[in-house]
């Protein structure tokens, strides 16, 4: 238990209620969107080198966000020690469930043919079917 935890118990009296019971402590929600699964499905390296990324209403965020890279918009989307609010889950639009590919991204930003092939290669893109599970 950290000192995050914590605070959460102290905070929150049904979570208290809930630790007391069980003796687990709450888990933290994930936050989950397209941008972030899409994000997450390329490797480190090569978020560091696709550049000028601008989230923003075509990749399912209000408002324009920049960035000098894409590892700088995962740790903005998903930071690694997340605090008490998050401030891109208030700009998150919810209605915005489209899958996302890496032709989505290099419309927001520079993606090198590099990176894009190798994505392409790891993640083929799939026929379209009829959603019934025949095909």
Known sequence: MNSHDLNKLLKNPRAMMQFRASGRVPQREEITSPLITLLKSIHPREL???TNVKVGLTVGYT???????AAQALNWLCPA?????????????????RRLTIDDLARIASVPDNVR????????SR???SGFGLD
């Open 127 to 129: 026929t379209p079917s």
């Open 63 to 69: 408002g324009i966000h920049p960035f000098q890279n």
């Open 48 to 50: 560091l080198q696709i």
């Open 81 to 97: 020690n997340p605090g008490h609010s998050e401030p891109s889950v208030a700009c998150r639009d919810l209605s915005f469930r």
């Open 117 to 124: 092939s190798e994505w392409n290669a790891r993640n083929p």
